[in-house]
């Protein structure tokens, strides 16, 4: 009887702890006030937020195998509408939600325009990594972090090579700081309570893939 | 019995937070991963920053209320289309015709109007609009663009979009 109670009170923590507290309900805890900031003429909060809230939007846009060109248009056009709505949003927390959703709005439409005119023209090929190196890149690059750069291009790698439907979830997920579930679930169209489950069948099928490859 | 099944419990209970463990160092290793091979551009970054300028409270924004992109039907055989986009706010509708030749617009109610063709936070263009509420330009930029209109009562800006 007592073990049993223990076993659930401890599990309910765990996922307490899983769905509730990711790092990003506490980073994003700010976003409210800095929207009202920015509408008041605030150019440096509205530098916060792109800062804090691009990675999310530059995420949704990758994680939908648009090519390079089209992705860029994506997060301009979020960031553009954004900018056109401030004062006017209902709920200004949850911006992060609001561009993640009006993000993926724009890449299924560019999605659905490319098929439409340009049949042969598959996503999936255009979109290749840029090959400009950013000053990250480059660092990495310098000898003492040669091995440290092979394991991280060694994970990329074995992520793009995952199915579409984890690229995508993951993608999203390790935008950085890391987002609430809320947001996750507006940038993908999907339950948030299908994410938590989803997220570990996900990083354990990675898991597996580095293991077999000898890494890890 | 019921020993032995606490402690596979217990067991479990561990794997499963080991394994949460793991997931979440993954996580974090593969969100770095992203920072360093995939991150924002930094022209693309700037762009946003830039944005901010196009805040505009005293405008109205006119939402796109038709696109021939997602609510048209096909027509068989052609293959490039003109774009139609209708955009609304209370009292005025804007109808936009794209085609790579250029641009045509109907402004309603009639009247003329001072038009700007946005491209990001640059002017790409500048149209008017006669005594009927016509206007017509070159096709606009690639990438987003948005219409901002002066009219003699108000200044309506179209929600933005790529042609």
Not at chain 1, 136 to 142: I, K, N, R, T
Not at chain 2, 39 to 46: D, K, M, N, S, T
Not at chain 2, 96 to 107: F, K, P, W
């Amino acid at each position: 009887m007592n073990g049993l109670l223990a076993v659930g009170t401890t599990r309910s923590t765990a996922y307490d702890g899983r769905s509730y507290t990711r790092g990003g309900t506490v980073d994003r805890a700010d976003v409210g006030a800095l929207v009202q900031s920015a509408a008041d003429g605030d150019a440096a909060a509205w530098k916060s937020l792109v800062d804090g809230l691009g990675p999310l939007v530059w995420s949704v846009a990758r994680s939908h195998g648009l090519s390079d060109a089209d992705a860029h248009e994506v997060y301009q056009t979020a960031w553009f509408r954004f900018a056109q709505h401030l004062g006017r949003i209902r709920e200004p927390e949850k911006t992060g939600s609001w561009l993640a959703s009006t993000a993926r709005h724009e890449c299924l439409k560019l999605l659905k325009a490319s098929k439409r005119w340009t049949p042969t023209d598959d996503p999936q090929l255009l979109d290749r990594p840029s090959e400009e190196r950013t000053p990250e890149e480059s660092v990495l690059d310098s000898e003492e972090a040669a091995a440290q750069t092979e394991r991280v291009r060694l994970l990329w790698q074995e992520f793009e090579e995952l199915g579409e439907r984890c690229r995508q979830l993951l993608r999203v997920l390790i935008s950085s700081p890391p987002p609430s579930y809320q947001e996750v679930s507006a940038a993908l169209g999907i339950a948030v309570g299908s994410i938590g489950p989803m997220r570990q069948r996900c990083l354990r099928r990675l898991r597996a893939r580095l293991e077999a490859r000898g890494t890890k | 019995m019921s020993d032995l099944n606490d402690e596979r419990a217990e067991h479990d209970e561990h794997d499963e937070r080991d394994g949460e463990l793991h997931d979440g160092l993954l996580e974090e290793e593969l969100r770095q991963a992203a920072a360093i091979l995939d991150p924002v551009p930094a022209e693309l970054r700037r762009t946003a920053v830039d944005a901010f300028v196009l805040h505009d409270l005293d405008a109205r924004v006119a939402e796109l209320t038709f696109d021939s992109l997602v609510d048209g039907i096909p027509v068989r055989g052609e293959t490039d289309p003109p774009r139609m986009l209708t955009f609304q706010s209370d009292g005025v509708t804007v109808d936009v015709e794209v085609t790579a030749e250029g641009l045509i617009g109907q402004l309603l109610p009639p009247g003329p109007a001072g038009i700007e063709v946005l491209s990001g936070p640059r002017e790409h263009a500048r149209l008017t609009a006669d005594d009927m509420g016509r206007f017509a330009g070159e096709a606009p930029p690639a990438g987003p663009f948005a219409l901002r209109l002066r009219t003699g009562r108000a200044v309506v800006v179209t929600e933005w979009l790529r042609a």
